[in-house]
């Protein structure tokens, strides 16, 4: 059990443009959910936690206006790169958590982002 | 506010040696976790330490939490090809807040 999805793998797309990532939680209901940006070869950089139904909380110098963050059920959360910058091609990757006791987060496979 | 660190940052190794990387945080944590990433793909979790002085084994790894809890090591007996990958420690302080990511141990295990 435990599986969170990512949707899409890979986009590329044109600067100026906006791109929404989604994350699931296939087989368990998410209380938590983390957006992570991660550089090649780097660690994980934590930019958002995200309830459900509440905004989300960013991490300081993330831009919540550029990162939009909904988490409309307990199941997806999506971030949306709102007028994309080639500086905003990265690896972003989500996870959840099952229960507020648990701190253990499930990954998903992560979306890579190109923009040209 | 938190800081988690890992050393080494790299680490080669051949087959069938032992490799250990260490996590060490700048304040005492609630519990600490592992999480593998293989090249390409997406960090897995691995186990949890809570206790101070907690040591668990998963066949040829083994993970301690420090008895000051603000350090872990992961050791792996006899690395295979299978064990390449990053390592990354990751915990939150006592207050069960800023939950952060060590840098990473990246292993490359040469046949």
């Known amino acids: 059990g435990a599986v969170v999805s990512q949707h899409p793998s890979r986009v590329i797309c044109k600067s100026g443009t906006s791109v929404k990532i989604e994350c699931r939680s296939l087989?368990?209901?998410?209380?938590?959910m983390f957006w992570y940006r991660q550089f090649p070869k780097q660690s994980l950089m934590l930019m958002a936690t995200?309830?459900?139904?509440?905004?989300?909380?960013?991490e300081q110098g993330v831009e919540k206006d550029k990162f939009l963050i909904n988490h409309a059920s307990l199941t997806l959360s999506t971030l949306t790169v709102t007028s994309a910058h080639p500086e905003d091609s990265s690896f972003y990757i989500c996870?959840?958590?099952?229960?507020?006791?648990?701190?253990?987060?499930?990954f998903g496979p992560g979306t890579r982002l190109l923009v040209l | 506010g938190q800081q988690v660190m890992q050393i080494p940052q790299y680490q080669h190794v051949q087959e069938g040696e032992d490799f250990t990387t260490y996590c060490n945080s700048s304040t005492t944590l609630s519990n600490i976790q592992w999480y593998k990433q293989r090249p390409g793909g997406h960090p897995v979790f691995l186990i949890q330490?809570?206790?101070?002085?907690e040591v668990k084994k998963q066949k040829r790894l083994t993970f301690q939490f420090g008895e000051a809890k603000k350090n872990s090591s992961l050791h792996i007996t006899a690395t295979q090809t299978t064990d390449v990958g990053t390592y990354f420690c990751a915990g939150s302080n006592d207050y069960g807040q800023n939950f952060v990511f060590g840098p990473g141990t990246r292993l490359s295990v040469l046949p």
């Open positions: 996870s959840a958590r099952r229960d507020l006791r648990e701190e253990t987060q499930y």
């Open positions: 995200s309830n459900e139904g509440s905004k989300a909380t960013y």
């Open positions: 087989d368990f209901q998410a209380t938590t």
């Open positions: 330490l809570v206790k101070s002085g």
